[in-house]
């Protein structure tokens, strides 16, 4: 049995064949209308969602299902000083599968540890969202009609825009594929995505910071959104949020086949008359979300049938002689989890918290 806490745990065969199925949703949705009868998610949500939520909710009803759940810390234990790996236990026991939003990185991690249930991290702070992933590459798919052989440019907050680093982390393993990085220089994308991925991997990225200059090359374009509940310091996020706007202008000068992507929810990084773009595929990004989430509940409720054993953790290069310092860190709350470490790169002597990735 296993659940979903980064892209990378997906192969590129398994993200395939999740396409497939979610294309096979929307070609017959009858024939999936009760595939998870008698089963229920628990949707566990720590931090605000519309989209993730909704469509995780909407995608369990529509394979048959049943959904319980919070949308709020301060409805739950949590409030009280419940720990993650409680909750995790105690939801074991009234539903089939969680889906876990939660601000601090690493918490579902966590959870997955202590659940005797699949657990999809459906975000974790600013580390890592891979269900959006999911939803990214079906949008690309559908768009364009490949994975591969694309220029993508990546627009906004990288640095804590938790589903760029996991949409960098998939489609790295897509032949063919360029990065673009625009951003300004205090919001560049983090090292555990340059350093375990782009680097290690020879993937060709360049990192510059007009959008107006890079625009024409692009076969994809992805905005986000500057993450203001992530800053420590709120001047910082004023003086950086309009950093950029797309708008009709700038788009005169992308490819007609390009594609704009966008997570949502929007602010004002990309202007609504762009709406009205054939390329702006957002809110049809924001539909596909629904099918993938319904590809990935009917795989994993599949694979824990087939074996219900919790996956141990593996423990064989661990290290437990570091301390995380990272304050978002789900190890910097929950005192009583053991700090754990993994060594990424040997020759640089580069060690990783298995919870968030940040450098020990
Ligand atoms: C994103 C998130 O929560 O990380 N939204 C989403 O899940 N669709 C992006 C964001 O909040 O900016």
Redesign the pocket.
Known sequence: MRGLNSILELSVEELDQLIATAKDIIAHPENYWDKCAHKKLATLFFEP?T??RLSFEAAMLELGGSVLGFSEASSSSASKGESVTDTAKIVSCYADIIAMRHPKEGAPYVAAQAASIPVINA?DGGHN?PT?TLADLLTISRELGRLHDLTIGLCGDLKY???VHSLIEAMSRYPGVKFVLISPKELKIPGFVRYNVLEPHHIPYKEVASLEDAIGELDVLYM??I?RERFDDPWEYERLKDTYVLNTEKMKLAKDAMCVLH???RVNEISVKVDADPRAAYFRQALNGKYMRMALILKLLEEAKADPKPVALDSSELEYDRICRNPKCISQVEQELPQLFRCTDKEADIHRCVYCDQRG
């Open positions: 969602s989209r993730t975000g969202h959006q825009g938790r589903t986000t959104r993450q997570p949502l929810p």
